[in-house]
DNA sequence: TGCGTAAAACCAACTAGTTAGTTAGAAACG
DNA sequence: CGTTTCTAACTAACTAGTTGGTTTTACGCA
């Protein structure tokens, strides 16, 4: 189909909302301001994407989709993998936030690690790269993967212990990457299984 | 001072507040309703609490209190550490959920982790292990603790790839913590330093 | 090229319900 | 009898969502 008139309405309404939802959540977020932000009337707003709910799910599906793509998953270099993913949520803190708040607030949002379909592929190489031995394989995969995510996102805006900022210093990031890297390759290391406590 | 008389009603109130910033946020909750559930009239509410977000600010200090209070740091069993807060973090989803919430609406509340004065002394306490070779000095004290917190609440309301449900098996909960303390163990191991990318 | 028309895109103003926060006074208490 | 604790009722502002009508666009046709 030809490119319709109205999709750079669409898409304002979109980056706007992305902002605001960012920011303040999906209870917090205002639908004026959104539609105010971007130059388009609500009623547009509500022609377009029903209601506010639908809105987010918009929004949400946008940029979930356009980081599942972004960072390919290696089950043998998983080091490599959390790394891309540290590097993905500083590019695009916007989406962690978005996925938090979706997780705290509740809404359905197919769940963007497991449980889709592309979690589903990273679960099956997890378990290929155990029996091939690069992985420990005294951890199911699930454990492995939910582990991974949550360190690489360590110093993500939901983050507990810390949290990083647009203007870090490159050194802030070099430094968490290669302290990242060496967790991680230690975490999953084949054959480590179960030390101290026997 | 002697105890007020209302005492009991402030209790109330913060244990209902408690249950609906857990559930719905800052923005999300309702003061009407905190005041409802509690069976106490909203007037007394601001008489207690000033307004909505001092509310939420005694909330958090109460949980934030009880927390750090029950998880003792041992920075030479750090898988210990790990699963104790994971244990921590199952019993009482609430803190988890509220810290969460306090740090997405960018509200100032002294991070519970690093920069208190308890994180400073877990921070310490991770450098001295380090000295003693109990681990690994090629990752700073702050992202070990980051990067620990991050792995324990890996499956915490606001993990990003899972999520521990109060109906769990005991199950899940022991095969998680096994995970948790080979993953940590491996992790932060002495000598592990950067194998290898060199 | 110019015109007519139907659909799509747009907008200001409005509604009905909800929200945080206040007030003036009644009840309980020592 | 004065102080503290409590309450019902109120307000002013804000909220998501709607309405009815205007402007812009797409396109067949002469």
Same mark, same amino acid.
């Given at each position: 189909?030809? @490119?319709?008139?109205?999709?750079?309405?669409?898409?304002? !309404? =979109?980056?706007?909302?992305?902002?605001? +939802?960012?920011?303040?959540?999906?209870? *917090?977020?205002?639908?004026?301001?959104?539609?105010?932000?971007?130059?388009?009337?609500?009623?547009?707003?509500?022609?377009?994407? *029903?209601?506010?709910?639908?809105? +987010? *799910?918009?929004? +949400?599906?946008?940029?979930?989709?356009?980081?599942?793509?972004?960072?390919? +998953?290696?089950?043998?270099? =998983?080091?490599?993998?959390?790394?891309? $993913?540290?590097?993905?949520?500083?590019?695009?803190?916007?989406?962690?936030? !978005?996925?938090?708040?979706?997780?705290?607030?509740?809404?359905?949002?197919?769940? $963007?690690?497991?449980?889709?379909?592309?979690?589903?592929?990273? $679960?099956?190489?997890?378990?290929?790269?155990?029996?091939?031995?690069?992985?420990?394989?005294?951890?199911?995969?699930?454990?492995?993967?939910?582990?991974?995510?949550?360190?690489? $996102?360590?110093?993500?805006?939901?983050?507990?212990?810390?949290?990083?900022?647009?203007?870090?210093?490159?050194?802030?990031?070099?430094?968490?990457?290669?302290?990242?890297?060496?967790?991680?390759?230690?975490?999953?290391?084949?054959?480590?299984?179960?030390? @101290?406590?026997?």
């Amino acid at each position: 189909m030809s @490119p319709r008139k109205s999709d750079a309405t669409r898409r304002r !309404l =979109l980056d706007a909302a992305t902002a605001d +939802f960012a920011a303040h959540g999906i209870a *917090g977020a205002r639908v004026d301001r959104i539609a105010a932000a971007a130059g388009v009337n609500k009623a547009q707003l509500y022609a377009y994407f *029903g209601d506010k709910l639908g809105l +987010f *799910g918009a929004v +949400f599906r946008l940029h979930a989709d356009a980081v599942v793509d972004s960072v390919p +998953f290696t089950a043998d270099d =998983l080091p490599g993998y959390a790394v891309r $993913l540290y590097d993905a949520a500083v590019a695009r803190p916007e989406l962690v936030r !978005l996925a938090t708040w979706a997780k705290l607030e509740g809404v359905a949002t197919d769940n $963007l690690a497991t449980e889709s379909s592309a979690g589903a592929a990273k $679960l099956r190489a997890i378990a290929e790269a155990q029996r091939a031995g690069q992985v420990d394989a005294s951890i199911e995969p699930r454990d492995v993967l939910a582990l991974l995510i949550a360190m690489a $996102l360590a110093w993500s805006p939901s983050g507990l212990a810390a949290a990083t900022t647009p203007g870090d210093a490159a050194t802030d990031h070099d430094r968490r990457k290669r302290a990242l890297s060496t967790a991680v390759s230690g975490a999953f290391r084949a054959g480590a299984g179960n030390p @101290p406590q026997g």
